[in-house]
């Protein structure tokens, strides 16, 4: 996994973008997936611009979810699909054939596991770009899961119900999340993790020093094919080795 620092979070945005917009410009109908979360948004707001810019244009493009709270929707202000819809696909114009997203209030969750994976079967992720949680969650692959699965329901690790508030305006009962596994995450032609601010650096630390495990979900981004990036701000970097830098 390589790092890359860059002074601020505005920065890794930027660059992140550019990465997105050259695969997009490479292959207009590529396949993308955008973590939710709060690391994510100013890289959004930098897609918009470029596309308001027309200097990409996203109108053959698929967007997939990477997760779900079980029992959530958009009307849910702090949900996934809230958050990506309210900042990227609603900003960007998308039409609704174009998002590929769990629905975390399914009565069936199996099929909507099924739903998810024959997409993927089908047409494969051209870039993934992955949040890194407190705990080394990647989606909801928390700590201990399942490596060479493909969607999966998982149960929420505690680490995870403590840190969810944040997302909230009320406190919610949530139990589970569902998530892209790390058999697709893996299998993605191009993989960015990115972590930016001080509370992350401690969790990128243990990140770059551990070898792959399930027990830090984020290093498993380690066995994946094609070199998986880690584009980190200089605060979320602070604690890591200067040679690693
Ligand atoms: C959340 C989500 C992930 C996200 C990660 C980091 O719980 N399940 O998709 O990438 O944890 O979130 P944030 O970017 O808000 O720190």
Redesign the pocket.
Known sequence: MKTITFKDSQKVAKAVAAEIIKIVNQKPNAVICI??????LPVMQELIHEADLKKVDFSKAYFVG??EWVGLGKETKGS?IQTLQDNLYEPLGLREEQIIFFDGKANDLEKELDRINAFIAKKGLDFIL?????NG????NEPGVTIDSEAQVVALDEV?TR??S??FDEQLPLTE?I?LGFKQILAAKNIVLMATGLK?AEIVKQTVKTKPTNQLPATVLKLAEKEADFYLDEAAASLLEEESL
Not at 35 to 40: H, I, K, S, V
Not at 130 to 134: A, C, K
Not at 137 to 140: A, L, P, R
């Open positions: 973590a939710g979360g709060d690391t994510p990477l997760d996934c992955l949040g890194i949680g407190m969650h990647i989606g909801f995870t840190v969810m944040k997302y999340g998530t992350k």
